[in-house]
């Protein structure tokens, strides 16, 4: 089974501070420029205190029909941060991941520090790779049972 950091996104992740008037509009610029789906939120201290997700801009501040140049940072993030550590297994991100109902997970290296994100995608990608990988290798037993049998 792999481990989280594996699999994860190479990338740092993105951040935004909070409580320095950095709003919902500042967020939504970032995840259109960076062709992100989702920001960190930190504190003055860049520990990470929430995330923000297209998701949460489309529920917390489209729906509710709000001026995202008006609404801060902190008013929208999810918090706390679920968060997983490197050397957890996907299976663990992904259980995580379905009994919170998200799709993204800060990944945390034994020092707390924030060393990327997994995101479902990852774990897609990842079992995508493992079937690939499967089936070509049933095919090459496959050719060798048929050579095998053609000799007999």
């Not at 950095?22 to 920001?39: E, F, P, Q, W």
């Not at 998200?102 to 897609?124: F, H």
Request: glycine share 2%; proline share 3%.
């Amino acid at each position: 089974m792999s481990t989280v950091s594996e699999i994860m996104s190479p990338r740092e992740p993105w951040t935004i501070q909070a409580y320095s008037n950095k709003t919902a509009h500042d967020v939504a610029t970032m995840l259109t420029n960076y062709r992100i789906g989702s920001v960190l939120v930190i504190d003055k201290d860049k520990t990470p205190i929430g995330i923000i997700t297209e998701r949460d801009m489309v529920k917390r501040v489209c729906l509710e029909s709000l001026n995202a140049s008006k609404v801060l940072v902190e008013d929208i993030m999810t918090s706390p941060l679920i968060t997983i550590m490197t050397y957890d297994s996907v299976d663990t991100a992904s259980r995580i991941m379905i009994s919170n109902k998200i799709k993204r997970l800060p990944v945390m290296e034994a020092d707390n520090r924030i060393v990327g994100i997994i995101s479902v995608t990852d774990i897609t990608k990842n079992l995508a790779k493992i079937l690939f990988d499967d089936y070509n290798r049933y095919r090459s037993l496959k050719k060798i049972l048929e050579i095998d049998d053609v000799s007999n």
